[in-house]
T-cell receptor, first 114, second 115 residues
Framework: AQKVTQAQTEISVVEKEDVTLDCVYE???????LFWYKQPPSGELVFLIR??????QNEISGRYSWNFQKSTSSFNFTITASQVVDSAVYFC???????????FGAGTRLTVKP | GAGVSQSPSNKVTEKGKDVELRCDPI?????LYWYRQSLGQGLEFLIY????????KSGLPSDRFSAERTGGSVSTLTIQRTQQEDSAVYLC?????????????FGPGTRLTVL
């Protein structure tokens, strides 16, 4: 079964704190793709990262970093020195290699307070 | 425009009526997706179009839902005999690459309310 679990429904932090958003996935596929999308209050989802199952290197992009651990089926997302503009709902998603179905987690609502 | 556009932005309809939702993808994007986002939920995949290939309809929840893409560009999602549980935000996304699961660009969505 394909499933994405984002256990944290809501997180609230104060500006400049670091925050990690958890994502755990389930799949029997050996080839698959993992994503993070950001949905700000305006509503339009914004692509953040795509990672295939064969690339376990962690990635850093500015204040954002991602930790992919196949052993624990996790793809966690960390924001360093959070800012108010980071407030949004963040979705983790899993894509299969042999079809176009994308399974999204329920999302984590992040609120960064000034 | 530069991004994916959807119309209408809001649609209120009565139970039993048919509705049509429109998506204009980014010019040149060959892949087009429809998703449904219910309140407080993640996105639910509905249907995928890639070029002139037969669409992947595996996510459509019932035969009341259908979609078409004319000329490889604009897409219309039709919901017949709407039910209250169809109330949700319907999101369209397009992608440049023909490979699966390339970066998707999302539209602002159509908020459908079925009374």
């Amino acid at each position: 079964a394909q499933k994405v679990t984002q256990a944290q429904t809501e997180i609230s932090v104060v500006e400049k704190e670091d925050v990690t958003l958890d994502c755990v996935y389930e799949t029997r596929d050996t080839t698959y793709y993992l994503f993070w999308y950001k949905q700000p209050p305006s509503g339009e989802l914004v692509f953040l990262i795509r990672r295939n199952s064969f690339d376990e290197q962690n990635e850093i992009s500015g204040r954002y970093s991602w930790n992919f651990q196949k052993s624990t089926s996790s793809f966690n997302f960390t924001i360093t020195a959070s800012q108010v503009v980071d407030s949004a709902v963040y979705f983790c998603a899993l894509g299969r290699n042999n079809n176009n179905d994308m399974r999204f987690g329920a999302g984590t609502r992040l609120t960064v307070k000034p | 425009g530069a991004g994916v556009s959807q119309s209408p932005s809001n649609k209120v309809t009565e139970k039993g009526k048919d509705v049509e939702l429109r998506c204009d993808p980014i010019s040149g994007h060959t892949a087009l997706y429809w998703y449904r986002q219910s309140l407080g939920q993640g996105l639910e995949f509905l249907i995928y179009f890639q070029g002139n290939s037969a669409p992947d309809k595996s996510g459509l929840p019932s035969d009341r839902f259908s979609a078409e893409r004319t000329g490889g560009s604009v897409s219309t999602l039709t919901i017949q005999r709407t039910q209250q549980e169809d109330s949700a935000v319907y999101l369209c996304a397009s992608s440049f690459s023909s490979s699966r699961h390339h970066e998707q660009f999302f539209g602002p969505g159509t908020r459908l309310t079925v009374l």
